[in-house]
């Protein structure tokens, strides 16, 4: 893939990264520029003593840099990348040098998307750990480390899922990789929830005093109730706990996730919240088209433990699937969503348990990890409750029942 001017505009991620670029297209502001095996690579001078070491790959336009910009491309690759096709400036013809092979040496051992299209996804599935770790670390070079969680978390993902549904899995995760790279590259173009949305996605971060400061963050003042804490490990030996709330109440949002960052070594804990916890405070939401993250601002009584039956407004199973959909529809890379349900019904066809809503004729897959735990549930003609749905199966959280509260384990 050759570079031109074209490519290079394309690539940008907004106009004023290319003004910034095209000021950077002289010569003592690179007292390094070099080229070879396919590699053009330089050195240029910032404000600071050391100058930014900047690498790309003429064969697919990989790059990295050594910038703190948020940007990607940052002005200094698009910098080297214009004098290149310009042909105004010369590139010496040199050995590559060490921070060069290190970079490339973890580029290696990944196929392009479009070989990974002709071998097969099936393919992509067999060997989805290996493909996914190396183009997550292309990505943290390119400072997306959202995009590259991402995929760090798809193999796991992929295998939880029975086999046949795994490659058409596969290529829809991939798919939101491709989208959220595309939304980020036009997040200008974008309304501003869904830009801020493309951002977060991508691997901009937001500070607790920044949302804190946010004059237009969405606010809500509530009673809430802790229906699931869920605790993953990751592969940066973080451990991500999620606390899931819902309000007591009529009002949107209806419902929120705390996400707290912990080191593995610390265990599931986190914010110390436990399922069934009643919690008086109010809300920061994190800007989005969707609002579902949030930060507690001001908590106006601790948490304390309670048995009263779920109280929170709940919808039939069908209304908010609809409801789901018509999120997924403002926010195509959704994740998981809270999901309600009223006089529903636990069935089993084979080894799969279903949740299924006799109104709507609506069913559902649960988390097989869930089999066992939730069976004695198919024995009951109705419960009510929340879970969690991913797109592909229902993680059903707190139902209550003729014979008292289940939750999940």
Not at 14 to 35: C, F
Not at 117 to 128: E, I, K, L, P, S
Not at 270 to 284: C, K, S
Not at 291 to 307: D, H, W
Request: proline share 6%; glycine share 8%.
């Amino acid at each position: 893939m050759s570079l031109t001017h074209e490519r290079i505009e394309g690539l940008a991620p907004d106009q004023a990264s290319l003004a910034a670029a095209r000021k950077l297209l002289k010569t003592p502001s690179w007292p390094t520029l070099a080229q070879g095996d396919g590699l053009i690579w330089g050195e240029c001078q910032g404000s600071g003593a050391t100058p930014y070491r900047v690498v790309v790959s003429e064969d697919d336009v990989g790059y990295k840099c050594t910038c703190p910009s948020r940007k990607f491309p940052c002005k200094h690759t698009l910098a080297l990348m214009w004098m290149r096709v310009d042909r105004s400036t010369s590139f010496v013809s040199a050995t590559v040098p060490d921070w060069v092979k290190d970079w490339l040496s973890r580029r290696r051992g990944s196929s392009t998307p479009g070989n990974q299209v002709q071998r097969g996804v099936a393919n992509f599935v067999a060997q989805a750990a290996r493909a996914c770790r190396t183009i997550a670390q292309r990505l943290v070079d390119a400072k997306a480390s959202g995009l590259a969680g991402r995929l760090d978390a798809l193999p796991s993902r992929l295998f939880t899922l029975p086999g046949p549904a795994r490659p058409s899995a596969a290529l829809r995760e991939l798919g939101q990789v491709h989208l959220i790279s595309q939304a980020y590259r036009r997040a200008s173009q974008l309304p501003e929830l869904l830009a801020a949305d493309a951002r977060q996605a991508v691997g901009w971060s937001v500070t607790r005093d920044a949302l804190l400061n946010d004059s237009e963050a969405l606010r809500a003042a509530a009673k809430w109730r802790v229906f699931a804490v869920l605790s993953e490990a990751q592969p940066d030996r973080l451990r991500r706990v999620e606390t899931w709330l819902c309000r007591e109440n009529d009002g949107n949002p209806a419902c929120a996730v705390l996400i707290d960052f912990v080191p593995n070594s610390t265990g599931a804990a986190a914010g110390g919240y436990l399922v069934g916890d009643e919690i008086d405070a109010e809300l920061t939401f994190y800007r989005s088209s969707v609002p579902l993250r949030a930060q507690i601002t001001k908590l106006n009584r601790g948490a304390e433990q309670s048995r009263r039956p779920f109280t929170s407004p709940m919808e039939g199973l069908g209304t908010s699937y609809a409801n789901y959909e018509q999120a997924l529809a403002r926010l195509p890379w959704l994740g998981t969503m809270p999901l309600t349900f009223r006089s529903a019904s636990v069935r089993r066809h084979g080894e799969q348990l279903y949740l299924h809503d006799e109104q709507s004729e609506l069913s559902l897959p649960l988390d097989p990890s869930l089999a066992t735990h939730a069976l004695p549930l198919a024995a009951l003609d109705r419960i009510d409750g929340i879970g969690l749905w991913n797109g592909y199966e229902f993680t059903m959280a707190w139902a209550e029942t003729r014979i008292g509260r289940w939750l999940r384990s």
